[in-house]
């Protein structure tokens, strides 16, 4: 075997006296094939291998291919004389990550870049947005592509500017949000979002997001009006509600229930009076104005249910805002500090101690929420309401 840059004597000379200079100039058949062979970082290739990526019908473009990249300077061959002839047996890329470049390609060492900077997102991600960080540390651990990598850590990084902007929208408006280039979540990214949080939650609807509540009234919206009373619960959109006119039969009091599961557990067990609503989360502005919207053409009390931690404190505050704003009376509910040792808790984490600080510091705060909080801080632990509503 010998070491040459081209078949024939004359033309491994030349070639050996001349640096790499660049991409040769090629056809678009070429430049696929070359795109194929370039996307390994190996260093090293065998030639029947390379030929074989280019496929039977390709097999002279292939070797044309090979010859410009030998002139270029772009690879040396290895090749064995047999029967008469030099026959290439294995090709070294010159300056493999110079030739991914000029293709457009990532070389080696631009994913360590990338893979690095998508840690330290996720890092940045656990530390500061508490919903989002359980699947932020998963998402670390996991044992994935950069490629893949890269992309949900993205994906995570845009929900946390999403939810700290307090938006909120259908799934087109967060695909915008997260990618305006592309404008595309595909099916196992949105998938893989949907395994890993809670959508709605977080403010992304997967349609027209909507008020959910049950309760005895009868609402208007011009030029029609609806009974609520047949229904275990309904969903009604958010924009819909700002043509509210009037409300019949109104309801002597509110219950607003932030867990979903725990909110359709109570609304299919509505006391009569009762207005059952479900808080999305952290509620969005639309969904606080189609509630203020309620509250204007029906006020009376409100009771408010939270999960026993940080987070559902200021939800229930933001919550009760709205009654505040309304005149009308609000009192936090199954929120008692006892329910932190009556079930299933869980420790705090940075985000959880950020809030605590947060709502110990309002002069806003109610006796029962500023209660909880000191036993949160006390015990350092946490509860779902889940557990008991």
Same mark, same amino acid.
């Given at each position: 075997?010998?070491?040459?840059t081209a078949?024939?004597?004359?033309?491994?000379?030349?070639?050996?006296?001349?640096?790499?200079?660049?991409?040769p100039t090629l056809t678009?058949?070429?430049?696929?094939l070359l795109l194929?062979?370039?996307?390994?970082?190996?260093?090293?290739r065998?030639?029947?291998?390379?030929r074989a990526?280019?496929?039977? !019908?390709e097999l002279?473009?292939?070797?044309?291919?090979?010859?410009?990249?030998i002139?270029a300077?772009?690879?040396?061959?290895?090749e064995?004389?047999?029967?008469?002839r030099?026959?290439?047996?294995?090709?070294?890329?010159?300056e493999?990550?110079r030739?991914?470049?000029? @293709?457009?390609?990532q070389?080696?060492?631009d994913?360590?870049?990338?893979?690095?900077?998508?840690?330290?997102?996720l890092?940045?991600? !656990?530390?500061?947005?508490?919903a989002l960080?359980e699947?932020?540390?998963?998402?670390?651990s996991?044992?994935?592509?950069?490629?893949?990598?890269v992309s949900?850590?993205?994906?995570l990084?845009?929900? !946390? @500017?999403w939810?700290?902007?307090?938006?909120?929208?259908?799934r087109?408006d +967060?695909?915008?949000?997260?990618?305006p280039?592309?404008k595309a979540?595909?099916?196992?990214?949105w998938?893989?979002?949907e395994?890993?949080?809670?959508l709605?939650?977080l403010?992304?609807?997967?349609n027209?997001a909507?008020?959910?509540?049950?309760?005895?009234?009868?609402?208007?919206?011009?030029?029609?009006?609806?009974?609520?009373?047949?229904?275990? +619960?309904?969903?009604l959109?958010?924009?819909? @509600?700002?043509g509210l006119?009037q409300?019949?039969?109104?309801?002597? +009091?509110?219950?607003?229930?932030?867990?979903?599961?725990?909110?359709?557990r109570?609304?299919?067990?509505r006391?009569?009076?009762?207005c059952v609503?479900?808080?999305?989360g952290?509620?969005?502005?639309?969904?606080?104005a189609?509630?203020?919207?309620? @509250?204007?053409r029906?006020?009376a009390?409100?009771k408010?249910?939270?999960?026993?931690?940080?987070?559902g404190?200021?939800?229930?505050l933001?919550?009760?805002t709205?009654?505040?704003?309304?005149?009308?009376?609000?009192?936090? +509910?199954a929120?008692e500090?006892?329910?932190?040792?009556?079930g299933?808790?869980?420790?705090?984490?940075e985000?959880?101690?950020a809030?605590?600080?947060?709502?110990?510091?309002?002069?806003?705060?109610?006796?029962?929420?500023? !209660?909880?909080?000191?036993?949160?801080?006390?015990?350092g632990?946490?509860?779902?309401?889940e557990?008991?509503?």
């Open positions: 075997m010998t070491l040459t078949r024939g004597r004359q033309r491994r000379q030349r070639a050996a006296s001349q640096p790499w200079h660049g991409l678009g058949a070429r430049r696929d194929r062979w370039a996307r390994g970082d190996a260093p090293v065998r030639w029947p291998t390379l990526l280019a496929g039977a !019908a002279e473009s292939a070797d044309a291919l090979l010859e410009q990249l002139e300077g772009c690879v040396q061959v290895v064995q004389f047999r029967a008469g030099w026959w290439p047996q294995q090709v070294n890329w010159v493999l990550p030739l991914q470049r000029a @293709l457009g390609l070389s080696q060492s994913r360590d870049a990338e893979r690095e900077t998508a840690l330290r997102t890092d940045e991600i !656990a530390t500061a947005a508490g960080r699947a932020a540390l998963g998402l670390k996991a044992q994935l592509s950069t490629a893949l990598l949900r850590a993205g994906l990084q845009a929900l !946390a @500017l939810t700290a902007d307090q938006r909120s929208g259908v087109q +967060f695909a915008l949000h997260a990618r280039h592309t979540i595909t099916e196992a990214e998938r893989w979002l395994t890993e949080l809670d709605a939650a403010g992304v609807e997967r027209a909507l008020l959910w509540l049950s309760g005895p009234m009868t609402l208007h919206v011009m030029p029609a009006a609806s009974s609520l009373q047949p229904w275990p +619960f309904i969903g959109p958010l924009d819909a @509600l700002q006119t409300v019949s039969d109104p309801p002597e +009091f509110y219950w607003a229930i932030e867990n979903r599961a725990s909110f359709e109570q609304a299919r067990r006391e009569p009076g009762a609503l479900w808080v999305p952290r509620p969005s502005e639309a969904w606080l189609a509630v203020a919207r309620l @509250l204007s029906a006020p009390p409100a408010v249910s939270a999960d026993a931690d940080p987070a404190i200021e939800i229930a933001t919550v009760g709205l009654w505040t704003q309304q005149g009308c009376a609000w009192q936090p +509910f929120m500090p006892r329910r932190l040792t009556d299933k808790a869980l420790p705090l984490n985000y959880d101690r809030s605590l600080v947060r709502a110990l510091g309002r002069n806003d705060l109610p006796a029962g929420l500023r !209660a909880l909080a000191a036993a949160i801080e006390r015990l632990k946490k509860a779902e309401q557990g008991w509503l």
